[in-house]
């Protein structure tokens, strides 16, 4: 039963499409969960400041 729910997900997931907003977006959240285990200063303002100067790759 759980791998059947699993599997649905995963189905749903696949037709999900993010536009460029939404994917920065998705792209910051990552890389602020990521760099903050490992450096209590990064703050999100941080991250989008960043984020503006990294060009999106497509």
């Known amino acids: 039963m759980q791998d059947q729910n699993l599997s649905k997900l995963i189905e749903l997931a696949k037709g999900v499409h993010m536009n460029d907003a939404q994917r920065n977006e998705q792209r ?3 890389v602020y969960g990521n760099t903050k285990i490992e450096n209590g200063s990064i703050t999100r303002e941080l991250v989008e400041e960043i ?6 790759p497509r």
């Open 28 to 30: 910051n959240s990552f």
């Open 51 to 56: 984020s503006r100067s990294v060009p999106m």
